[in-house]
């Protein structure tokens, strides 16, 4: 330990942000880092505690408390504050293939359940784990390490998302010949075109792509297996194949009106924006622009709002954000203790900017829509929206949102972005592969397992377990590339924590 009195006499304190008024005028990453030496004050408020809930991963009232990947948090945050920063990678490397993707974009499960967040800040440990991959990178301690020696068998990996790119790290690592398919002009799944350049930009993924390939996994870009390549030709070259294509199905609203010009996926959003971005800097047009126009968002989570960032980007003339659920409180109450995952209200960075340039929170609490309104042209021109109220069902028990009578309202709009969720494996892959699935239309296994019915075929990530986070598809990845290594070998020394 360090410090045995660092987190009484070092505060926390965390990279500063760019003023909102500024990060809007681009797309790039928009907070600066500590100095070396003030991060290291930050690795010295680490209690490491008798029981390190920060890295335990285990699901209470249903929600994760800690480090799914079971990063072994303590030690290098030990590490950082005494300043052994290539000791800090190797052990980081340990549990996690991706820290320069989830020291960005990881909701921090790990501070969440941080001892010193019981009475007081949690220890800034996605910032240190940050720092170190990124020193990693400039000491050149994230080099390229390929296997000594190869096993002769041949993995296929479909989909390049952090479930598929975990599980050919460390069947690679291994020794065996991994090739990733990726339907998309880009490695990186939702990693790519999913998450804004704002929390993650694109070179970064390059960046660890390059190393990869430096260590012989192939990546085969612009093919969808299931309809470019068939499967059956995949299963004969292959001695095993991974299914990791996510969950890609987003959930729609079914309401009068649907079909107006001027309502998209969230998804499709995004990505048009990204790809844009990368191939001309918006000059080439080829993105769905919210550029003076009246935008509504449906979804209050992490998508919804990177759209909100988004669209302001563009230019927006107005943003709101419309959420089913009523709003969480702004602290833990007695109901919600540590260390549970605080269910308490955030404000990202896309609505800090809607409020900077709008003057209000962008959000509207308990609310859904009944219909979209569209003008002659048939294109969009209004939402009609309904507010809820919570209401125990009498039949089930449950409490369901549900209407309130008479609270109806009209709100103009241009475009509608819908961004409710993602629903299940899409249907052309697992037809393909003839897999069977489960009552959520997920991969079926069995419990714990990540075999499919048919012989050779393994799945992972949010095509297995459903839309979920970073953390939860990497550790899937490792998971799963134990399971493939020992049906090949008969044993195995891959290691997941």
Known sequence: ????????????????????????KHFNEFHVSLPEEKQQLQGGRCMECGVPFCQAGTMIMG?????????????????VYRGNWEEAFNRLKKTNNFPEFTSRVCPALCEAACTCSLNGEAVATKENEYAIIENAYEKGYAKANPPKARTGKKIAVIGSGPAGLATADQLNKRGHSVTVYEREDRVGGLLMYGIPNMKLEK???????????????????????????????????????????????PRDINVPGRDAKGIYFAVDFLKSTTKSLLNSNLADNKYISAKGKKVIIIGG????????????????????????????????????????WPRVCKTDYGQEEAIEVFGKDPRMYQTTVKEFVKDKNGALSAVKIVKLESKIDEATGRMNMVEIAGSEMTLEADIVLIAAGFLGAQ????????????ERTNVKTEQGRYKTNIENVF???????????????????????????????????????
């Open 203 to 249: 070179h970064i993924i390059d960046r660890k792509i390059d190393v990869m390939q430096e260590e012989g996994v192939k990546f085969v870009t612009g093919v969808e297996v299931g309809t470019d390549l068939k499967a059956s030709k995949i299963l004969k070259e292959y001695d095993r194949v991974v299914l990791a294509c996510g969950s890609a199905n």
């Open 63 to 79: 929600m994760a408390s800690g480090c799914p990947l079971h990063n072994l948090v303590p030690e290098w945050n030990d590490l």
């Open 459 to 497: 799945v992972a990530g949010d095509m297995h377990r459903g839309q979920s986070l970073i953390v939860w598809a990497i550790r899937e990845g490792r998971e799963v590339a134990k399971e493939v290594d020992f049906s090949l070998m008969g044993y195995t020394n891959l290691s997941v924590q």
């Open 1 to 24: 330990m360090g410090k045995p009195t660092g987190f009484m006499e070092y505060k926390r304190e965390i990279s500063k942000a760019e003023k909102p008024k500024v990060r809007i």
């Open 427 to 438: 249907k052309y892959v697992t037809d393909a592969f003839g897999v069977e699935l489960d």
């Open 301 to 340: 989570g992490d998508t919804g709002n990177d759209c909100v960032g988004t669209s302001i980007r563009h230019g927006a003339a107005s943003v709101i954000q419309l959420e089913m659920m009523p709003k969480l409180p702004d602290k833990r109450t007695d109901l919600n203790p540590w260390p549970e």
